[in-house]
């Protein structure tokens, strides 16, 4: 996903990127912010398993916390792996079969929704559906969601994984796939798909 400087969150997310790890009072110091709500972004991103914290022993004085970014926060930032990752999948397919290809998606779908299934997990039905908007948004797909009678759409207008989804377009059926087990329902329709040329956005008609 590529980080835009606009929000608070944003603007922290950068600067630890920039400098690897950070103090909460040099945070708020660079942002001109107060260290409370340095703390409460922190503490969200913790959460969320994009930042991660560490004691820093100095030569004098008592350790210190430092921030910095997670694996998965890492990945937040914008990165060009599609054409290698489309040839190396090409290769899997030559060597061991489509089967083996499948599998791959299988165990990224199995990954992301151990991720997800964390800020999921509390939330009613239709608050989760909001939910899966906001992760998805996170992660470079643009999502939003409306209301269509007692229906739910949630709209994607980027695909960050377009240039594969293209060759193997089997991957946007583990995204449906995985959408329904974390909302916990079959009722979920994949009505547009990017990859399939119909239309500028992926288009989910979400049942209760």
Known sequence: MAIKTTSTRDQILSLIKRRVQLTVSTIADELNITEMAVRRHLNTLE????VETHLLRQ???????????SH???????????????????DIVEMDGVEK?????????????????????????????????RLQSENGYMAEVSKDGDDLILAQY???IADVSKQF??????????FKE??????????MCMTAGQESHCYYRIQR
Do not use: S, W
Request: proline letters at 6%.
């Open 158 to 160: 980027n695909c960050p």
């Open 182 to 191: 974390l909302l916990k329902t079959e009722k979920i329709q994949c009505e």
């Open 169 to 178: 377009p089997m991957i946007c059926e583990t995204e449906l796939a995985l």
């Open 101 to 133: 290809v499948l599998e791959l998606f299988e165990r990224r779908k199995e990954r992301i929704r151990e991720r997800y299934e964390k800020r999921l997990q509390f939330g009613e039905f239709e608050e989760n559906v909001y939910e899966l908007a």
């Open 59 to 69: 030569a004098m004085g008592r350790p210190t916390h430092v921030y910095q970014l």
């Open 72 to 90: 998965d926060g890492q990945e937040m930032f914008p990165r060009n792996y599609g054409p290698l990752t489309i040839e190396l999948l090409k």
């Open 47 to 50: 959460r969320d398993g994009i």
